[in-house]
Every structure is written in C-alpha cells, then in structure tokens.
C-alpha cells in the first residue's frame, strides 16, 4: 500500500488566505501515524488532533502558518522509518511527530543523528527521551498510566491478571502495572502477552481466570483489544476489567456496546466532559457539535502538541534546535487537555485518573 500523504493547511481547512503569507512563511510539520493496520482507529484520531490543531493554529498566526505533511507508518516500524525518512529527505521538515512506541523507537535514533525535532505523540514507552537532544515527548507516558491503573487496583484488590500487546507499548505497561501493583501488596496471579491484529483470545484468557484474578488489565489496541475484552466478559461476567488509553477513544469503547460497562480506564478531564479553562470549554463545545461524541485525549492532547509548536513558530521559533529549546523551556502549557508540565528534559507531565466507563461514556466517579 503505498504511503498515504496528506498536507492540511489552513487555507483549505477555514478559508483562503487574506494574511499575506507565502509559501516561504511556512514550517513544514511532518505526521508519522498508523493510518492503517492493528492501530489505524487510534491513528485517525491522532490525525483529526493534529488537523484541527493546524486550522486552529493557522487561524491564529496566519503570519507563520504550518503546513502539516502525514505520512503512512502501517502500524510499524519499518514502514514508519520509511515515512521518516521521506519526510525529512523530500519534504524537508524540521519536526515529525512519530506515534506510537514502537515506531518512535525506530525513529528516535535517525533524527538524533539528522537534527530532527522528533515529537513522539501516543507514545508512553519509559525512556523516550533520555540521553538525547532532538527528542520530546508529548504524551502521557506508561509510568502515568499503567502507574495510575495499578495505583487504583492496589486499593481495590488482591489479586490482579494482565494481558498486553506484545511491543513496547505493552510490555513496559505490563512491567509498571506489575511493579506498582506488588508493591501496594497485590500479586499478578498471571501474564500474557498479544498480536493486536489477532481476535480469538478464549484459550488465553480462559488460562489466566484459572488463577482466579479479581481483576484484569489490558493495556493494547486494535482488534484484539476488543476480542479480550469480549472473551473475558463472556467467560466471568462478573470479573473487573481494566483497560488503558486505547480504551478511552469512543469509537473503541462503543464497539464493545454494554460490555464496556464498568470498564475502568486512565481518562483525562474532557473524556469524563470536565472543563478545566475557557480553551476547553470551547474546543469540547465545537467536537461535540461536528463529531458527536467527547473528545478523548488522544485528540486533545494532539491538538494541544500543534499548538505549542505554532506558538514557539509565531514567536520566531521555527528550525529544529530552536523549537526544541522552546519546548523544553515552556515549564506550564493550559492546553485543552488541561495543564500540561513540560520539562526541561523533553518529558511531559499529564495526570490521568481513573474513570469508568458506562451507557457508551466515561464517567468521573471511581472512587
């Protein structure tokens, strides 16, 4: 399938341009997404985040548009590295915001050695940015959320299951879960791991209810996803699940109809409808209009990745080393995912908790 190259401006998006601009006044922004394969679901609403944060951006700072290039990684890092390098080579861009752990983790050394601002988004790997220079992320990352799942089940239970994608992503949210969980005095009665494009998981789960878990974790995406979580409610009605961000983007959690009820997740304050600032007040108004359902994280916090960037841009900001420094020195961002601590080592701080999700929305009222 040959890569898919979108470029999003906002002169197509709002109207035509009565600002001047040139095609000169432009920083390129390069998209790395897994618009298809096991992830491509998550990679779409990635890609709506990132687009409406272009519109909005571009309305703001017509003087110093950006024009947003999305390429292709099919769910994997070969492919991704390939988009990668297009972007960089043939289009030039300055920054490629890379999605997802394993593909980030391809990158991440090539735009070292390049002088790439990479910008990893829905990429919760530990460690992302240690030890280079060219590397931000913008994300919650596994220590938040796996930390917070196994911070609630250590107040709840005993005994805990746990069930991950079988790549970065999941394997060091099982490894967190895992370390927080015992340490509040749980035990992991049992492990496995998954291809996120497989569906039939009975034999799987069915060998970890053995143990009798009173819990279940998932964290992972695509099909599988889906298919645990409906093998685990068929075989013990009565069992808690607990799943991860995936599981808070609508489309995936309305697939799984009432077997989503109960299902508890790492939400941010617009998953439950919370608004926080007049910013989200207003964008959660708007998404609500046009796409008839919240916006998850995973399309705030996109969104609010474009429009650091276009502030740093607008301010004179727009090659690779200084967009970095502009990142790494903006300590508190109110974005419409709420206040966002970046740090001075490329590390961003957002605080998820835990929410349930009942009749086809997330709700704040775990306690």
Do not use: W
């Amino acid at each position: 399938m040959a890569a898919v190259a979108i470029v999003v401006t906002a002169y197509f998006l709002l109207r035509p341009d009565k600002s001047g601009a040139s095609e000169s006044n432009e920083t390129v922004v390069g998209a790395v997404l897994p618009l298809s394969g096991p992830a491509a679901t998550i990679g779409g609403l990635i890609k709506r985040g990132l687009e409406l944060g272009v519109a909005d951006a571009n309305a703001a700072h017509p003087q110093s548009p950006i024009r947003l290039i999305i390429e292709d990684s099919k769910s994997n890092p070969k492919d991704g590295l390939t988009a990668y390098r297009k972007l960089v080579d043939s289009d030039k861009a300055p920054v490629v915001i890379v999605a997802f752990s394993n593909v980030a983790n391809a990158v991440a050394p090539a735009a070292e050695q390049d002088k790439v601002l990479m910008i990893g988004s829905t990429v919760t790997m530990p460690g992302l940015t240690a030890g280079k220079q060219y590397t931000v992320r913008f994300f919650t990352s596994a220590h938040q959320l796996a930390g917070t799942m196994a911070a609630y089940a250590g107040t709840k239970f005993k005994r805990a299951a746990v069930i991950y994608a079988n790549d970065e992503y999941g394997k060091n949210s099982y490894k967190i879960f895992s370390d927080v969980f015992v340490k509040a005095g749980g035990q992991v009665t049992g492990s496995d791991e998954f291809v996120p494009s497989n569906t039939d998981f009975k034999n799987s789960v069915a060998r970890l209810l053995e143990a009798k878990p009173e819990c279940l974790y998932v964290p992972g995406y695509g099909p599988a996803q889906i298919a645990i979580f409906q093998d685990a409610r068929a075989l013990n009605p009565q069992l808690i699940l607990m799943g991860d961000i995936p599981m808070t983007n609508p489309p995936i959690y309305r697939a799984l109809g009432d077997l989503a009820n109960g299902v508890i997740v790492p939400g941010m304050p617009l998953d439950a409808g919370i608004v926080e600032n007049e910013k989200a007040k207003k964008f959660n108004s708007e998404y609500l209009a046009k796409y008839a359902e919240p916006p998850s994280g995973t399309v705030t916090i996109n969104y609010d990745s474009i429009m650091v960037l276009a502030d740093g841009i607008a301010k004179g900001h727009s090659t690779a080393s200084a967009l970095r420094e502009y990142l790494r020195g903006t300590t508190i961002y109110d974005g419409v995912s709420g206040p966002i601590k970046i740090g001075s080592d490329g590390e961003i701080t957002i605080t998820p908790r835990a929410m349930r999700i009942f009749a086809g929305k997330i709700l704040d009222d775990v306690r």
